[in-house]
């Protein structure tokens, strides 16, 4: 079982990107049952938990982001997105996808918001 982050990049401040956390070789069964975590880490700071849904679809934020970001999932897909928009420079980060139990993690995808 692997996850892979994708859709990081480099946006001016008030930007949007649209991050997705796919789960490759787990059966959509085992996904329902996944809650999905997304973290973000600067380099030299410890990771913070950004988001998280669970797999009866139960949401919360950190305060940080609460009316800009969006998290969602397509569990017959085992997909995860994390929708971002009024980016801040202090979004930037390499965000990373959870999933618990079982402590799974992905590579991480990097987002630099520029001012």
């Known amino acids: 079982v692997q996850l892979v982050e994708s859709g990081g990049g480099t946006v001016q401040a008030g930007g949007s990107l649209r991050l997705s956390c796919r789960a490759s070789?787990?059966?959509?069964?085992?996904?329902?049952?996944?809650?999905v975590h997304w973290h973000r880490q600067v380099p030299g700071k410890q990771r913070e938990w950004v988001a998280h849904?669970?797999?009866?679809?139960?949401?919360a934020y950190v305060e940080s982001v609460k009316g800009r970001f969006t998290i969602s999932r397509d569990s017959s897909q085992r997909v995860a997105y994390l929708e971002m928009n009024s980016l801040k420079p202090e979004d930037t980060g390499v965000y990373y996808c959870?999933?618990?139990?079982?402590?799974?993690w992905g590579q991480g995808t990097l987002v630099t918001v520029s001012s």
């Open positions: 849904i669970t797999g009866s679809g139960h949401i």
């Open positions: 070789r787990m059966d959509t069964s085992v996904f329902w049952t996944k809650d």
């Open positions: 959870e999933l618990t139990p079982g402590d799974l």
